[in-house]
């Protein structure tokens, strides 16, 4: 009894749309839970991915003072 309430102590709002989404999941046929799955671990790669090259344009503009310069210095 004390687990199942610390359980839902820590339950945030992830856990719960994780919930939602499960049992609506499960409410469809088969083969929509199965594209349903591929969709949404598409999506999160996709950010994941977004991520990463935001992640690392910022670190190339941070680290590289030099390639920056060369964009305002135009010596034409």
Known sequence: MQKAA???STRDEFCTFGTFVV???RKV?????ILAKCQITNMLMDLQI???ETCERQRIMT???????????SDS
Do not use: L, R, T
């Open 6 to 8: 610390h359980e839902i």
């Open 23 to 25: 049992d609506n999941v």
């Open 50 to 52: 977004k991520e990463m």
């Open 29 to 33: 046929k088969p083969i929509n839970q």
């Open 63 to 73: 680290e590289s003072p030099e390639n920056s310069a060369g964009i305002f210095n």
